[in-house]
């Protein structure tokens, strides 16, 4: 059975820092690229960050470079994303995602999702 579940959510004061954690079953984890996206009321899905199969490409949203910090560790078949000087803007549910291809695609390409996290950032 294939799955996918993040963990780590939770509420911060803003410049904070929260790591999230996604364990993945279920499919050959060194073979997949994995993403980080986010959807936070009132606004549209953002791709967050993204790990390429070969675990040496990585891609930052420009509203998270610099803060965030996305690694796998593939004998726990769990990917992390760091995330530090957290902002309010920067709440919303977050969703790791999966892709067969090993890159980093849109968000319509993964193959398998998360049932996301929370993250809230507020003083």
């Known amino acids: 059975q294939v799955q996918l579940v993040e963990s780590g959510g939770g509420f911060v004061q803003p410049g904070g820092s929260l790591t999230l954690s996604c364990a993945a079953s279920?499919?050959?984890?060194?073979?997949?690229?994995f993403a980080w996206f986010r959807h936070a009321p009132g606004k549209g899905g953002e791709r967050v960050s993204c790990?390429?199969?070969?675990?040496?490409?990585?891609y930052y949203g420009d509203f998270v470079k610099g803060r965030f910090i996305i690694s796998s560790d593939n004998a726990k078949n769990t990917v992390y994303l760091q995330m530090n000087s957290l902002k309010p803007e920067d709440t919303a549910i977050y969703y790791c995602?999966?892709?067969?291809?090993?890159?980093?695609?849109?968000?319509?390409?993964?193959?398998?999702w998360g049932q996301g996290t929370q993250v809230t950032v507020s003083s």
């Open positions: 995602a999966a892709d067969l291809k090993g890159i980093c695609g849109h968000w319509f390409e993964y193959d398998f």
């Open positions: 279920g499919f050959p984890f060194v073979y997949y690229s």
């Open positions: 790990l390429g199969n070969r675990r040496n490409n990585t």
